[in-house]
């Protein structure tokens, strides 16, 4: 059972527009949420998080926004650069075993 | 520099030759846990690590044992590699302190099995 998920393999923006990342999720005792990314022929790297107490983290270009009636939260990148085309991860985690349910990943191309 | 290290970084062998890959992390990390990467399935965890001499299983522990005699390593080792365990692994450390255990990965390691 594929508690996160990301619907969307790929992506495709346009320099300077915004590019929105999508995740839903299934259970509802998660605590907290996380999106990391991956370049190629590199490891994942942490961006941005978010409690599920909130509904939206912001940092910098990146905002996280979470709407736990629907169990969907949305990475948000304004505005999209080339060096942001990676492939992107949801993360969802909570309890004492720290962990990490991860989404298939969705490959954001932004075109110069 | 605060970082996860594996080794190797690709690796080719073939069916029934025992192999390890190690991990090491420099951040005095409580949490280590190990993950798969493959096409269309994600990340999904193999084993983690509460601290030294506490391993349990992930997701998708089945060909596969980890050791963690030293907070620092977390080697993954696979006693008989079949051709399914042809994957991209990646080593992860968390600190306990952290809020949402934002874990650190390592560059990972290309495993062929043939």
């Known amino acids: 059972d594929q508690q996160v998920k990301q619907n969307s393999p790929s992506l495709s923006v346009q320099e300077g527009r915004i590019s929105i990342l999508n995740c839903d999720y299934t259970?509802?005792?998660?605590?907290?949420f996380l999106w990391y990314k991956k370049y190629p022929a590199e490891g994942p790297t942490f961006l941005i998080s978010?409690?599920?107490?909130?509904d939206k983290n912001e940092d910098g270009r990146f905002t996280v926004f979470l709407n736990k009636s629907a169990k969907h939260l949305s990475l948000h990148i304004v505005p999209s650069q080339p060096g942001d085309s990676a492939v992107y991860f949801c993360?969802?985690?909570?309890?004492?075993?720290?962990?990490?349910?991860f989404g298939k990943g969705t490959l954001l191309t932004v075109n110069p | 520099e605060a970082q996860v290290t594996q080794n190797p970084r690709y690796l080719i062998t073939v069916t029934g030759k025992k192999l390890t890959v190690t991990c090491s992390q420099n951040m005095n990390h409580e949490y280590m846990s190990w993950y798969r990467q493959d096409p269309g399935l994600g990340l999904r965890q193999i084993y983690y690590s509460m601290n030294v001499e506490v391993t349990d299983k992930g997701d998708v522990p089945e060909g596969y044992k980890v050791s963690r005699k030293e907070k620092r390593n977390f080697p993954l080792i696979l006693e008989s590699p079949s051709p399914n365990q042809t994957s991209l692994y990646f080593c992860?450390?968390?600190?306990?302190?952290?809020?949402?255990?934002?874990?650190?990965f390592g560059p990972g390691t290309r495993l062929t099995v043939l």
């Open positions: 978010i409690s599920s107490i909130k």
């Open positions: 992860a450390s968390s600190s306990f302190s952290s809020s949402y255990n934002e874990q650190f």
């Open positions: 993360a969802a985690g909570g309890g004492s075993n720290y962990k990490l349910t």
């Open positions: 259970n509802s005792m998660f605590d907290y």
